[in-house]
């Protein structure tokens, strides 16, 4: 009596390392990094809305445009969820670490001011500081809240989500998130501040690979930019 062993299809294995193809949706979908990185929203925006809101509440309204473009973007085009740029409820260890990354990011912005840029003979720009500090405090607000939120979908959440699932690569990811969100500070407050701007792009970057949660990255955010703007 024979026994006939049965066959199996073959099948092909997976290969280490393969690459897909960056869908077109999301290349499309990177170009608001790319504005965000190099236009100058303030400056459109101000030209376009200045005449109506004011020289400071003008210069805000693109920035909201383009976030809310980004929300809808994803939502209609991609035809995803913003959970897939880390839009999810946090956890209690999320809003703590948001806390805690927010208080690391304050420090290091003392240390680089009072003991890196003495070392390397650069001062923060004044000119630029005491611009945003003679504004009203509802102003300071409202462009710290923005920076929170529209940096860290723009900057962090959207870029890092789609590089990730296109090349694997963290390296990648990470490493355009901090060169865009450092360049993007250059033109307003010059180079010495794209070493403040480099370390928390690094800081918050980070954090986002630690907890993927979008919620914890603008808490963070916040209290990092509204210890110096609204204290």
């Not at 240390?111 to 000119?127: A, C, G, Q, W």
């Not at 990730?164 to 450092?182: E, Q």
């Not at 792009?201 to 979008?214: P, S």
Request: glycine share 10%.
């Amino acid at each position: 009596m024979s026994t006939q062993i049965p066959t199996v299809p073959p099948t092909i294995a997976p290969v280490r390392g393969a690459r897909s193809r960056l869908p077109v949706r999301t290349l499309a979908g990177l170009l608001f990094l790319a504005t965000a990185t190099f236009a100058p929203v303030s400056g459109y925006s101000q030209h376009l809305f200045g005449w109506l809101l004011g020289p400071n509440y003008g210069r805000e309204v693109l920035w909201w445009v383009l976030t809310f473009g980004l929300y809808g973007y994803i939502l209609g085009v991609e035809r995803r969820s913003l959970a897939s740029i880390g839009f999810s409820r946090p956890k209690p260890l999320d809003l703590a670490l948001g806390v805690l990354m927010g208080i690391l990011l304050v420090a290091g912005m003392i240390f680089i001011e009072i003991v890196i840029f003495p070392l390397l003979h650069l001062e923060i720009n004044m000119k630029a500081d005491k611009a945003i500090m003679a504004t009203p405090f509802v102003y300071r607000l409202l462009l710290v809240t923005r920076a929170a939120v529209a940096e860290e979908a723009l900057f962090r959440g959207y870029p890092i989500e789609r590089l990730l699932s296109w090349r694997g690569s963290r390296l990648l990811a990470g490493g355009l998130s901090v060169a865009a969100f450092t360049y993007a500070h250059l033109s307003y407050w010059g180079p010495a501040q794209l070493i403040i701007a480099g370390y928390g792009g690094i800081v918050l970057t980070l954090l986002y690979f630690w907890r993927r949660n979008l919620w914890a990255n603008m808490l963070a955010h916040f209290i990092a930019d509204g210890a110096g703007f609204l204290t």
